[in-house]
C-alpha cells in the first residue's frame, strides 16, 4: 500500500513557474511507474505526465510538452512536476498516481494523490 501525498500548488501568473511534489511512503517507491493528471470541474480527470520506475522514460501530454518536466528521486521516494511558461489553461488540480504496469496515459493507477489546486491568472 503506498500513500501519497501531493503539494507545491497555488495561485501565479500567466508566464510564471511552479514545482509540484509527490511525496511518497509506505511502499517500494521503485517499483512504480509514476505519473501526474489534472482536473477541472466538470471535465474528466486528463493526463499530463509520466516517468518510469528509474526516471529512463518520460511521456507527455501534447498540451505541456516542452513547458512541463517531470522527474523522480527514488532515494526520497518523491515525484516533481515542474511546470514552467504556466497558463490560464493549466488551471486544475493536479494529481499524482502510482502504477506497477506501465499505463502512460490510462487512468487506472493503483494510488493517488489528494491533489493540489494550481489557479494561473491572466
Known amino acids: 500500500q503506498v500513500q501519497l501525498v501531493d503539494s507545491g500548488g497555488g495561485l501565479v501568473q500567466g508566464g510564471d513557474s511552479l514545482r509540484l511534489t509527490c511525496a511518497a511512503s509506505g511502499g517500494t517507491f521503485i517499483r512504480y511507474h509514476m505519473g501526474w493528471f489534472r482536473q477541472v470541474p466538470g471535465k474528466e480527470r486528463e493526463f499530463v505526465a509520466a516517468?518510469?520506475?528509474?526516471?529512463?522514460?518520460?511521456y507527455y501530454s501534447s498540451s505541456v510538452k516542452g513547458r512541463f518536466t517531470i522527474s523522480r528521486d527514488n532515494a526520497k521516494s518523491a515525484v516533481y512536476l515542474q511546470m514552467n511558461d504556466l497558463q490560464p489553461e493549466d488551471t486544475a488540480v493536479y494529481y499524482c498516481?502510482?502504477?506497477?504496469?506501465?499505463?502512460?496515459?490510462?487512468?487506472?493507477?493503483?494510488?493517488w494523490g489528494q491533489g493540489t489546486q494550481v489557479t494561473v491568472s491572466s
Open positions: 516517468i518510469s520506475w528509474s526516471g529512463g522514460s518520460t
Open positions: 498516481a502510482a502504477t506497477t504496469r506501465w499505463l502512460v496515459t490510462d487512468l487506472r493507477y493503483d494510488y
